[in-house]
């Protein structure tokens, strides 16, 4: 869990980073819900490192996991909104 969280972050920032350069692939339109999944990629890695330290069980570990990828459906879902538009 730790690892997935570490792994979370290191995406995180490099979302926030490199927005400049990700928005030459996608749209004007996409650079706010791509600083927003960057937050929401930090904060879900906060999350997971606390719980992964406190709470390591592996139902604790399949929720974490099935809350980030419906999060990142979401902003997934968004993107592609977007770019047919």
């Not at 928005?23 to 719980?51: E, H, P, R, V, Y």
């Amino acid at each position: 869990m730790l690892l997935f969280a570490l792994v979370l972050i290191f995406i995180g920032i490099y979302l926030n980073k490199q927005k400049e350069q990700l928005l030459l692939l996608f749209t004007q339109d996409n650079s706010k819900n791509i600083s927003t999944l960057a937050i929401w990629f930090i904060t879900l890695a906060c999350m997971g490192i606390i719980l992964g330290i406190f709470i390591p069980t592996k139902m604790i570990l399949l929720v974490y996991v099935a809350i980030v990828l419906i999060i990142s459906a979401i902003f997934s879902t968004k993107i592609a909104n977007n770019m047919k538009s």
